[in-house]
């Protein structure tokens, strides 16, 4: 089993920054063998794909809405992925949730949901205007 902690949402005036957190202390896998996802979910909305890593860390993938201002990161060695977002936008406030890919080493950055198999409990961002 795989606890995914997700510090770091909050309330964030629009234009301002917020760094997510996504950790898995109790995890003796090899992390950095998982490619890592990040979703949002705003109230009404389907969830959506925000960013994803390989699991080499060499290849990233975000959805068009926040390309250039969101940034996913790794730090394998402390079985991290962090999303720094800039530039929050009203329309970025949802529910963020991480995701651990259920295969290792997967070739290509994986963005469904299908693929992912342990989620974070999802922490509120809520941008104001």
């Known amino acids: 089993q795989v606890k995914l902690v997700e510090p770091g949402g909050g309330l964030v005036q629009a234009g301002g920054s917020l760094r997510l957190s996504c950790a898995a202390p109790e995890f003796t896998g090899p992390f950095e063998q998982f490619a890592m996802g990040w979703f949002r979910q705003a109230p009404g909305k389907e969830r959506e794909v925000v960013a994803a890593t390989k699991w080499s860390g060499d290849a990233t993938r975000y959805t068009d809405s926040v390309k250039g201002r969101f940034t996913i990161s790794r730090d394998d060695p402390k079985n991290t992925v962090y999303l720094q977002m800039d530039s929050l936008k009203t329309d970025d406030t949802a529910v963020y949730y991480c995701?651990?890919?259920?295969?290792?080493?997967?070739?290509?950055?994986?963005?469904?949901?299908?693929?992912?198999?342990?989620w974070g409990q999802g922490t509120q961002v809520i941008v104001s205007s």
């Open positions: 995701a651990k890919d259920r295969q290792r080493r997967r070739s290509f950055v994986p963005t469904e949901i299908g693929a992912f198999n342990y």
